[in-house]
């Protein structure tokens, strides 16, 4: 489909371009931006007037559910809910049931992605069988089949061989490793920051300790080993001062940031409500004000939005018995764009941090809105207010420490390929 987008604010982070201007999409690729040509003959005009057009979002941390956890949500539900978003491409950790430690479940999960509309869907492996830690997965079968990196997810690898071997491994052949830093003993049991709320509470707590102590574990490994390690989802001040130190060392490092802990500190729980139950942890107001300053100067790259939707019977609970995590690809954009006006950051470096970063660390083309690049874009009001309920949600997890909060900005269209996937108010 040929389709012209009229009229908008055009940002493309990576470039610096930020101009009113036409946007013409054809074959899957962006064939012009400025003035329409002559003879292109669009089949569908978007009016963009006081609308941003930007590149379509890139997740690095979006769970689909798929294989195994359906009961949570579907294939089918996640990638509306992450095209809604303004989400064009997305990793999916593998810790689904089974795991995706096998090609043939790289493979089904990717066939099934390609016939839905939606997102495009990068796997990342699993870095051990099963994510039980005992050895390590083929990765270079794993990779043929389409994964872009390789984790454990959030599940525990107590085995420090093992990890020294899986990143020996992976330096070998320029494979990727994104872990979760977290000690899995000091964090035992844990559900919550160890501060003064949990202690108030009385629930288990998570140190930062269990943080440092494992980024120090990787940040050792990395320098005998000369693997690329990317670090996913930091929650405190002094795991990113490590992560500061590592880079200023020469290490190859990246790391992310969860949007929700842009935003929140352990004193959501008070309401000791299962919707805040998060890991990490949310922690406290100077780790949330380190994350939010680390990413403004660039020391973090990228925000994601660790999208995990449950079903109520996980969150309907008592904190102590919810499951951990937030339903978060649609909030992604306007969480970033409300943590830029408070660190007073510009809306292209604002965009960057879900755009072309994230695209970085993946190794992809993509994040990207320039004549040639793939047609993944997405056009949304940065000025219009809303407030998150359960209806307002197209996730089948209706999950979210954010509900009854009032966001700003939202996404009218979301064009995937070529494809307009997402239109907020469809013509008739």
């Not at 201007?21 to 400025?34: E, H, L, P, R, T």
């Not at 780790?287 to 973090?300: K, N």
């Amino acid at each position: 489909m040929k389709i012209l987008i009229r009229g908008g604010r055009v940002i493309d982070p990576a470039s610096g371009f930020d101009h009113i201007a036409d946007v013409c999409v054809a074959a899957g690729k962006v064939v012009s931006i400025g003035r329409e040509p002559a003879d292109f003959g669009a089949q569908r005009v978007i009016d963009a007037a006081g609308l941003v057009v930007a590149p379509g979002l890139v997740d690095l941390a979006a769970r689909l559910r798929e294989p195994g956890l359906e009961h949570k949500a579907t294939l089918e539900s996640e990638m509306h809910a992450a095209a809604a978003g303004g989400i064009t491409a997305l990793a999916c950790p593998p810790d689904t049931d089974p795991p995706l430690d096998e090609p043939g479940l790289v493979e089904m999960l990717k066939f099934r992605a390609r016939n839905l509309p939606g997102p495009r869907v990068y796997p990342v492996g699993a870095l051990t069988p099963g994510l039980q830690g005992a050895g390590i997965t083929e990765m270079s079968e794993l990779t043929e089949a389409g994964c872009v990196a390789f984790s454990q997810a959030d599940a525990p690898l107590t085995d420090t061989q093992v990890l020294m071997r899986a990143l020996q491994y992976a330096s070998t052949f320029g494979y990727p490793v994104w872990l979760r830093p977290q000690d899995p003993h000091l964090s035992r049991n844990g559900i919550a920051h160890e501060g003064a709320m949990a202690s108030t509470l009385g629930l288990v707590g998570i140190p930062v300790v269990a943080e440092t102590l494992a980024i120090g574990t990787i940040l050792q490994l990395m320098r005998v080993t000369g693997a690329r390690v990317h670090l996913c989802r930091l929650s405190s001040a002094a795991g990113l001062a490590l992560v500061r130190a590592g880079r200023a060392e020469g290490l190859p490092i990246t790391c992310d940031v969860a949007a929700h802990h842009l935003h929140l500190t352990d004193a959501e729980l008070a309401r000791f409500d299962g919707q805040s139950h998060l890991i990490p942890p949310l922690r406290s107001e100077s780790d949330r004000a380190a994350l939010a300053a680390g990413l403004a100067d660039g020391s973090i790259d990228a925000v994601c939005s660790d999208h995990a939707p449950h079903d109520d019977e996980a969150k309907e609970v008592p904190f102590g018995e919810s499951e951990p995590g937030a339903t978060g690809v649609e909030l992604l954009l306007p969480l970033t764009l409300g943590w830029a006006r408070q660190a007073g950051v510009e809306l292209p470096a604002a965009l960057a941090a879900v755009t072309s970063r994230p695209a970085a660390v993946l190794g992809l083309g993509l994040g990207r809105l320039v004549e040639g690049a793939p047609a993944d874009v997405c056009i949304f009001d940065p000025q219009a207010s809303w407030t998150v309920t359960r209806e307002s949600l197209r996730s089948q997890g209706r999950n979210s420490p954010f509900l009854g909060h009032q966001l700003t900005g939202r996404v009218h269209y979301t064009v995937i390929d070529g494809h307009l996937d997402f239109e907020a108010h469809p013509a008739h």
